[in-house]
Structure formats: C-alpha cells, structure tokens
C-alpha cells in the first residue's frame, strides 16, 4: 500500500512542485506512452530559453522514432528548437561507449579499453552481468547532470526515457548495490555520488499510465515500490485521453435502462431512419460506452489517491507525430508540469 509521507503533496493538483531539479526520469507500462511523453516533457522544459537534454537507455532508437531524427548515437545532437532560444539534444547512451568513458575518466587502464572491446570482453561482461549494463548507464546520466561548462551547468535539465515501470527501482537503485560492493576506491565513491543524486530533491521520477485497469495498478506499484526506495516521485501523467462524447447524465441514463430500444427507435423515425438495427447498434455502443467510462473514472479515482500531481495528455488522433509531440509539450506547460 502506498505511504503519504515526504515530497507527497495533495494530489490532482495542476501543479509542478519540483523548482530545482535537474533530473527529471520518466517511467510507464509497457503501451502506455512514456517515450513520447518524454520528448514532450523535454520540450516543455526548454521554454523559457532553456537547454535540456533527452536520454535514451533501452537501446530501441524511440526517441528517434518519435521526433522524426536520424537515429542517436553517444554523441548529444539537436534534436528541437523552442521559442525563446530554448534547445533539445538528445542522445542514446550505449554500454560500450559508456565504459570506454568510465575506464578513461576513473582507472588507469585506459589503453586496456580498446583491448578489451577489440576481444568481446564488453559484450560478454555486459550480457552476463546486466547490472553492470545499468551501472554505465546511470553513470553516463549523473555525468551529463553534473557536467559544467566554466562556472554553469551545461543543461538546465536531464530527461530520461527511462526502463518501464517493471525494471524502474532497479535500475535507479544499481549504484546502491554497487556502493555495498565496492567498499572503497573511485567505483564505490562514484556508486554512493550516484544513489545520493537519484534520491535528492534534483531528481523526481513521472509515472506515464493510461485510464485502464492494468496500468494504474501497475502504476499504483511502481509508485509504492520507488517510495519503499526512497527515490522522489513526480507527477503522474496519464496519456490518450478521450474527450467524453456524452453528457454525465446521458451516461447514467444509458448504464441505468433509462434509454431503451423503443426511445431511441422514435428518435431515429423522427430523422426518416426507421432502421431497427441501427437502433440496436446505438444502443449497444451507449452501454459499451457507458462501461468504458466507468472503468476510466474507477482507474482516474485509484491514481488520485496517490497524492501526486496528475497531468492529462490527450489521444492524438492518427498517431504521434513531431507536431503532436510539440502539441504534448504545450499542454505539460499549460497545466503546470514545466
């Protein structure tokens, strides 16, 4: 069960209570959207003339997908200009870039890492022991948050498409195990650097989820399982929102028999269409309608009593494109989460 406890404030609040962080992980069920809702929320945050950047971990090339780009490389390149001077880049943090980076910047085996890659030993270590997959991979985020151009941050702010809300608390929490590892040495002081990051007031974690049964529960999970970790959460964002076709009465109406075949055969005569299977057909849309909203204001009620800031993104009809994601970003900004 979920806990009310520190950075917990009143939930289905359009509000973004999170001045001053600077890594910002975006999390969701498998379907639910979070790699669009990332961009978005990437976008959102660089109004204003600010510069952000956008990582992908999971290696699937989405974020390229979704903004329409060439696929990432390790390297950060422009991915969106918003008005005001505000910049994306985005990158896509690979394992083997990662520890070439790591071996050059914190051990004296620098000439070893062209060895050890030329040999397979990268590709067999990150296979065989996927925490160290997750090790470089986290390692390559708090390097990006932390990095500084003379006297300022190079971005104002990090946004991570993060692993789905399955593999989330593990993933953040790999440098925890790691510092317990590694009593001592620059691996145990980057690990324990690391967790004291990801559980700051500079990190929040934004749960992305869809009105339906499966993920909120899953949401309502993840939320319990990163608060029992102690890594800060953010708001929750739920994605493909429909606007209601029906009046709430009109709903009630239908879920409760007060419009019956019969009601609605007269409306169709009235119009020249004395159609008895049209009649039937609307009929069982209304109840099947009538079911579906149900269940989406049984799953809006479960996620409100998670007592976070709750963000609603609507169905782009057709698929995301870069202009619906643009169109996301504006709606994050309007309600508050940017």
Do not use: C
């Not at 076709?245 to 019969?262: C, N, P, S, T, Y």
């Amino acid at each position: 069960m979920t806990r009310r406890g520190e950075n917990r404030p009143a939930g289905g609040v359009a509000s973004a209570p999170w001045a001053g962080v600077r890594l910002h992980v975006v999390t969701g069920k498998g379907g639910a959207g979070k790699t669009t809702v990332a961009s978005a929320l990437a976008i959102a945050l660089a109004g204003s003339g600010r510069r952000v950047l956008l990582v992908e971990v999971e290696e699937r090339q989405g974020l390229a997908q979704v903004l329409d780009v060439a696929p990432l490389s390790y390297e950060e390149q422009p991915v969106a200009t918003v008005p005001g001077g505000g910049k994306v880049l985005a990158m896509a943090v690979d394992p083997h870039a990662a520890l070439m980076e790591y071996l050059a910047l914190y051990t004296k085996i620098r000439r070893a890492g062209k060895t050890l890659e030329r040999i397979g030993a990268v590709d067999f270590a990150t296979t065989v022991a996927p925490g160290l997959r997750d090790v470089l991979l986290t390692g390559k985020i708090f390097e990006a948050v932390r990095r500084r151009a003379k006297n300022d941050f190079v971005y104002d702010a990090v946004v991570v498409d993060a692993p789905p809300t399955g593999r989330i608390t593990r993933f953040l929490g790999v440098s925890t195990d790691v510092a317990g590892l590694a009593k001592v040495g620059p691996i145990h002081r980057q690990a324990e650097a690391i967790t004291t990051l990801f559980r700051s007031r500079r990190t929040v974690v934004h749960l992305v989820t869809l009105l339906e049964e499966m993920p909120a529960q899953e949401t309502i999970e993840a939320v319990d399982a990163l608060w029992r970790a102690k890594f800060p959460i953010g708001g929750i964002v739920i994605n493909a929102g429909r606007a209601p076709m029906l009046r709430h009465k009109e709903v009630v109406a239908v879920r409760e028999g007060a419009i019956d075949f019969e009601s609605i055969g007269k409306e169709l005569s009235s119009v020249g269409l004395d159609n008895e299977v049209t009649a039937q057909l609307l009929l069982d849309e209304g109840n099947d309608y009538a079911q579906r909203l149900g269940l989406e204001r049984r799953a809006r009620r479960m996620l409100h009593r998670l007592d976070r800031p709750i963000f609603d993104l609507p169905l782009i009809e057709g698929g995301v494109d870069v202009a619906g994601v643009h169109e996301l970003a504006a709606e994050l900004r309007a309600q508050g989460a940017a």
